[in-house]
């Protein structure tokens, strides 16, 4: 996590860069890694997305480049002012904002602009967007398991257990999630959960107390906040991380995101991706094994089954045989397809063994 | 909030009921209001959607139907155990569950067909699917503001206060909202908003503390839960509810399935509805007014507005004229567009001066 003050002082280091270029007389430019997929690579040293070496200048040279620098200086200022009151925003307001800046030409035109102006600023200042006081639109996971965490909130500080100072729905993470501490805990593992109806089965069957587990719900994709924050529990906890979802192509995409991140944000891959995270199911070995009720692939299943096997995340040995199996059989199944072995299966049965097999527990 | 034996027995009554036909020689059947779209009428007393005097007849004299009655037992047996042993599940586990019932007949061809029995059930036995202990999929709101709850969960009783006692992202009501017990409150008015980021954004503002107002965040089209929380809120504290969502078609209709119900869930609109909610805006009115960022209405967006011309709901004075003044000017605009006159905007002025207007503060 970075200051507030460390992230401004990146922020106005970058508008003091352009004030002494023109001092030197030099046209101001901004220098990005270029964010084409041929420059985004597969490290598979770290197990994720990164940058490769080639870099763009956005220079003031042309009106179009000097434009994108001014709208660049005003969002800086804007950001700068909104870290030294302590304030937030969203990405949607600062676009909206943009519309009382005193000059025109600053303002943006639409939300993908100011979406990836803030996207260049992370990148060039390596401050994450959250550092910057942006909050995304959509909310978190929720959190159920022994932790005892501590938030900072612009009301001062709360200190939540996870288990016993929360209703059933759990706790609801801040968008920022890196304004959570973690105090104690007493977890063996993670387990990051795609479907509400699992993480209510899960909590229901009091798995996260008999297998003193942090029950993660992911809400489908995950957004940002979720996938830092299974990041955190990982790193700073020192607990395996589990990723339990429905067993198709789609879900499997989950997986990846949690896991190896997104080339979307190959600039943040260090911050949001879990490489070490592991896949407990649906396998379509398990759709075999357990008998589970299974729907026809579509033909965009086939096609998104395909397409992973071309995809350097998923070109493993485990990926490979267990997609293989998939297209052979022609089936998928949810998670709560557990449920035809009755409603303590997956507690008392398909967890325990899988995550056994997995050497988690 | 029926309890669980009563639930439990309204269950067992209607399989009383066919056991007492058989007995007495006669074909068992069971009688539900009819459930099509000329047997649903707005009521405009009561201000909700409720169903009209026709009746349907599911006899078994047909195989189809003796099915359908197997089925309901079958049914009405898991869900008479489920409430004995105070457990629960979701809509989807059940049709996944009936897999493992001893009679193939009495299986569930799709989760329609489930669905459909279990809202068959809750017509004609007056009980609530959430008070069966049926879950739903999706999660309701979350809760900020001046309000302390008690949550009665499995793991015992959560006293909880809604500012104090929670994070940034305030309190998540449980998937059945009527575990929760109102202890206390300071609350003059509940907004219900659509969006995240102004949800944050109140938040954020202390918009809940300057005002004793309770945050409900509708998350979009809003859940059952969410409905019903909110209809508990201004029955039970006694306080008028106001509805904060973008000035298009789409969020008119999310104030609509608050105030009014829907036909969908005509039968359960005494548990849901809030006929006396009110809409604070975005008003067709204030993009004009407060001269908002607008995007052009899309053809969807006046197909839309127009059905709503038509529709029971919105014939009214107040929507017509805003109806009619949005297809006029051809734009709408979102929640988040008041931050072009600045973050503080909505709170200091937007809010106060429409809520004044509105009779609210």
């Not at 200048?57 to 994108?68: L, M």
């Not at 900072?152 to 706790?171: A, F, K, L, N, P």
């Not at 593992?189 to 798995?207: I, K, P, Q, S, Y």
Request: hydrophobic share 35%; glycine share 6%.
């Amino acid at each position: 996590m970075t200051t507030e003050s460390d992230a401004r002082d990146e922020l106005i280091d970058l508008a003091a860069d352009f004030y002494d270029q023109f001092a030197d007389g030099k046209i101001p430019e901004m220098k990005l890694p270029t964010r084409t997929k041929s420059n985004i690579e597969y490290d598979t040293e770290s197990g994720v997305w990164t940058y490769g070496d080639r870099t763009s200048t956005r220079s003031a040279n042309s009106v179009r480049g000097a434009r994108k620098l001014l709208k660049a200086a005003y969002t800086i200022e804007f950001l700068a002012d909104q870290l030294d009151e302590d304030r937030s925003s969203t990405l949607r307001e600062l676009y909206y904002l943009s519309e009382s800046w005193d000059n025109d030409e600053a303002q943006f035109k639409s939300q993908d602009e100011s979406n990836d102006l803030v996207e260049d600023l992370e990148i060039v200042t390596g401050v994450t967007r959250e550092d910057f006081h942006m909050r995304p639109e959509e909310s978190g996971a929720t959190l159920m398991g022994p932790l005892l965490i501590r938030e900072q909130t612009r009301r001062g500080e709360r200190e939540i257990h996870c288990q016993e100072d929360v209703g059933t729905g759990g706790y609801q993470i801040p968008n920022n999630p890196d304004m959570i501490e973690f105090l104690d805990d007493d977890i063996d593992f993670a387990l990051a959960v795609e479907t509400g109806g699992m993480r209510d089965r899960l909590v229901e069957n009091g798995f996260d107390e008999a297998y003193n587990c942090l029950v993660i719900h992911l809400k489908g994709q995950p957004a940002r906040a979720t996938r830092r924050i299974t990041k955190r529990v990982h790193d700073e906890l020192d607990v395996p991380v589990a990723v339990f979802a429905d067993g198709d192509p789609w879900s499997y995409r989950i997986y990846g995101s949690v896991a190896y991140g997104s080339i979307k944000s190959a600039h943040l891959s260090k911050y949001l991706a879990t490489p070490e995270a592991q896949f407990v199911g649906i396998q379509p070995e398990d759709i075999v094994e357990y008998d589970l009720p299974a729907d026809p692939l579509a033909d965009s299943d086939i096609n998104a089954l395909e397409s992973e096997l071309e995809d350097p995340r998923f070109q493993t040995d485990y990926w490979e045989e267990q997609i293989e199996l998939q297209l052979d059989i022609g089936k998928k199944s949810e998670q709560q397809s557990l449920a035809s072995r009755g409603l303590d299966f997956v507690t008392d049965t398909y967890l325990p063994e899988r995550l056994d097999a997995m050497g988690v527990i």
